[in-house]
């Protein structure tokens, strides 16, 4: 993968309630939480703590060890797309599986972690919104 593995890339995962699998993805970078929007087609991160922010986290059935992040909202899922930008999928097709990258620091309620794509370098936030080109940053 091509990420980088700093404060662009990495994210503080909150549970939200751990007997439906429901959690929130924030940037360390800016705070603010990734979401898919209204429209059902496009993706960003500056979602707060609403509805529209909290991601169901499924196994993938195409890459054991993997996950797939489906939108609590909408049912739609996080995917990558050509050029490393992010968009929205309905499940199990390519670019929608990811790979939860270690060291994962474990806090309290909640646990700092890297989302790498399956081929596409790791979750990652910039001055242009979120995608899949996760820097070299410290």
């Given at each position: 993968?091509k990420g980088g593995?700093?404060?662009f890339?990495?994210?503080?995962?909150?549970?939200v309630?751990l007997?439906?699998?429901?959690?929130?993805?924030q940037?360390?970078h800016?705070?603010?939480?990734?979401?898919?929007n209204?429209d059902?087609?496009?993706v960003?991160?500056d979602?707060g703590?609403?509805p529209?922010?909290?991601f169901?986290?499924k196994?993938?059935?195409?890459?054991p060890g993997w996950?797939?992040?489906m939108?609590h909202?909408t049912g739609?899922?996080?995917?990558?797309?050509?050029?490393?930008?992010?968009g929205?999928?309905?499940?199990?097709?390519?670019g929608c599986?990811f790979?939860v990258?270690?060291?994962?620091i474990?806090?309290?309620d909640q646990?700092?972690i890297?989302?790498?794509?399956?081929?596409?370098?790791?979750l990652?936030?910039?001055?242009?919104?979120a995608?899949?080109k996760?820097?070299?940053?410290?």
């Open positions: 993968f593995k700093g404060k890339a990495r994210w503080v995962v909150h549970a309630d007997d439906k699998k429901w959690f929130r993805f940037s360390e800016t705070g603010r939480f990734l979401k898919i209204r059902k087609k496009t960003d991160v979602g703590k609403g529209w922010t909290i169901v986290i196994d993938s059935t195409t890459r996950i797939n992040l939108s909202k739609k899922y996080i995917k990558s797309i050509e050029g490393g930008d992010m929205v999928g309905d499940g199990e097709e390519g599986n790979e990258k270690l060291p994962a474990e806090l309290k646990s700092l890297l989302l790498s794509s399956t081929h596409r370098g790791n990652a936030v910039d001055g242009k919104g995608n899949f996760g820097g070299k940053g410290k």
